[in-house]
């Protein structure tokens, strides 16, 4: 089932482990995991060491990264690898940048880049 509301993830640590499922599904380092929840490096050790605590803008930034997951799942059913890869490979409805170096910008990034793929899979 889709995460559309990020009040659907019910605490937490279960938001930061599907955060962290994804981050490991695409192949991130930690320049990108810290960049696409907005995080500095130690508030997401601490989070990696059990501690998560994420504000609303947080929680949104997952719920974001989850669906987008799951909309390139379905776009690409039949080639799971290529879903995965998306992110990291240029684009040009992104100016030939990667989607993952747009996501780590702003919400604003964050949220164009996962309409696009949104509006892709519907």
Do not use: C, K
């Given at each position: 089932?889709?995460?559309?509301n ?7 640590m ?13 192949g991130?380092n930690g320049?990108?995991?810290r ?5 500095t490096?130690?508030t997401?050790?601490r989070?990696?060491s ?8 947080q929680?949104?930034r997952v ?9 390139l799942?379905?776009i690409?059913e039949?080639?799971?690898a290529?879903?995965?890869r ?6 040009a409805?992104f ?8 996501m780590?910008?702003t ?6 880049v996962?309409e ?7």
């Amino acid at each position: 089932m889709a995460i559309t509301n990020p009040a659907q993830i019910r605490d937490d640590m279960s938001a930061f482990s599907m955060y962290l499922s994804v981050a490991d599904q695409w192949g991130l380092n930690g320049l990108q995991r810290r960049g696409l929840v907005g995080v500095t490096e130690r508030t997401f050790y601490r989070w990696a060491s059990g501690r998560p605590n994420l504000s609303a803008e947080q929680r949104l930034r997952v719920s974001y990264v989850v669906n987008l997951y799951l909309d390139l799942h379905t776009i690409w059913e039949g080639d799971t690898a290529y879903a995965d890869r998306w992110v990291l490979e240029s684009n040009a409805a992104f100016g030939d940048r990667a989607p993952i170096d747009v996501m780590t910008g702003t919400l604003v990034d964050l949220h164009r880049v996962y309409e696009h793929v949104h509006r892709a899979a519907e």
